[in-house]
């Protein structure tokens, strides 16, 4: 088991290979780390920003070992340039992404009331709303229609404005800012620009807010800072991950909704209330949410893991999507199969980075998929499979355009 510290002797450290940033189109696996999945449980890669090499885990038990595991840091990543897919490099001091524990659960007190199951209860309806006013458009206007243009982008970015508190005059260009920043085109100078467009906003935000009673994500902060609980620096690295949570919601569910209209079958499971929440986290598990790797942990200590070891100092990232093709936990996993039970995918991540957002990202699906298909009948692609057009040059994969009549 990966738990174990191993006793073998030393193995030679594997070699370091090259994961250049693919651009890949479609659900299609990425090939290189599929590749070194076969190679074995830990290899060692260079990605094309910053600087040197690091540790890649893909075995499911080791993925959860490491991401639970004080002996990995990600605090530590923040001093230093490590290899990495994002060309441009700006921690902030806050951001839940970059905190270890116990200061991980002293920054996200302030705002956990704001995703819990109850809040989610709350938000349901008002959420269903928004998304039935624009369903109502899509229907009016009639086939064919760009679900991504239409439903896919605005519902997400309402519901996440509406959670976080952002006014409506201030969503288009928020939006903007978010949709650069996880852009890969334009390089560090534009994803810079962005970030500091957007965190000068919640800035002033933040700040605005302070002393507030309401529940919004913003007045939470504010009113957080407002009794010294956290730093107003701490509150906006804090809003920042949230703020562009909405757009892994538009790229996942483009991808799931892909798959299904090209996939009758699937269709057909996901249109009966009763076997849909199996069918989606299925698809959770099986779809590409990201191109190439999240966020690097640094090892605080030596750890020996199935024979190597990881030094003190050295970098480690670990795979959620190879770690949701793990033969050993999920037998024929290249293959979409809606009756797999038990399901326990890290589509959320694992441990205390497990996603803030989760509870509210599978209200989001659910609602979007499920209406989708019953007020859309006989939903189906606008165009061949192979024409539909997919995001670019982008750290989270999805298609740019859907088009579909019905």
């Known amino acids: 088991m990966s738990e174990e510290i191993s006793t073998l002797t030393e193995q030679v450290p594997p070699p370091v290979r090259e994961w ?20 074995g449980p830990l290899t060692r890669i260079r990605l094309p920003h910053g600087e040197g090499w690091a540790w890649l885990a893909t075995r499911y038990d080791d993925v959860k070992l490491i991401t639970n595991d004080p002996r990995f840091s990600r605090t530590e990543v923040t001093r230093r340039q490590v290899t990495r897919l994002a060309p441009n490099f700006a921690p902030r001091s806050g951001s839940l992404a970059w ?8 920054l996200r007190k302030p ?6 199951v109850g809040a989610m209860k709350r938000l349901r309806p008002r959420a269903q709303t928004i998304l039935d006013g624009l369903v109502d458009g899509v229907v009016g206007d009639g086939p064919p229609a760009d679900l991504v243009e239409r439903v896919l982008e605005p519902f997400p970015i309402t519901v996440v404005s509406e959670v976080m508190g952002v006014p409506v005059a201030d969503r288009e260009r928020v939006h903007a800012w978010t949709r650069q920043i996880i852009s890969t085109s334009g390089g560090a100078e534009a994803a810079d620009r962005a970030k500091k467009g957007m965190y000068g ?13 309401d529940e919004d994500v913003y007045s939470l902060l504010g009113a957080a800072v407002g009794r010294g609980e956290i730093s107003e620096e701490e509150a906006v690295g804090l809003a920042g991950p949230l703020q562009i949570g909405g757009e892994a919601v538009t790229h996942n569910c483009g991808q799931m909704l892909f798959l ?7 269709k057909e499971r996901v249109k009966e209330p009763h076997t849909r929440e199996e069918t989606l986290d299925e698809l959770l598990r099986f779809i590409p ?12 200590e030596d750890v020996e893991l199935h024979g190597h070891r990881i030094t003190a100092g050295e970098p480690v990232y670990v795979s959620y999507l190879a770690a949701n093709r793990d033969p050993e936990v999920f037998p024929d996993p290249d293959r979409i199969d809606p ?6 995918h890290l589509a959320f991540g694992n441990g205390p980075h497990h996603c803030t957002g989760a509870v509210l990202a599978r209200l989001q699906t659910e609602l979007l998929v499920g209406t989708l298909l019953e007020r859309l009948p006989g939903l189906r692609l606008a165009v061949p499979a192979d024409e539909v057009v997919w995001r670019r040059k982008t750290m989270i994969r999805g298609p740019q355009t859907l088009p579909v009549t019905w």
């Not at 299904?260 to 699937?266: F, I, T, V």
């Open 20 to 39: 250049p940033a693919l651009d890949l189109g479609g659900t299609e696996f990425d090939p290189v780390l599929a590749e070194l999945m076969r190679e």
């Open 260 to 266: 299904m209209l090209s996939h009758p079958e699937l």
């Open 111 to 116: 705002i956990a009331g704001a995703f819990t």
């Open 99 to 106: 905190a270890d524990q116990p200061e991980h659960n002293r």
């Open 339 to 344: 009756d797999r039970d038990p399901n326990a």
């Open 201 to 213: 906003w919640i800035t002033a935000t933040v700040r605005a807010r302070a002393g507030s009673t």
């Open 289 to 300: 949410h990201r191109a190439s790797v999240g966020l690097a942990r640094i090892a605080l």
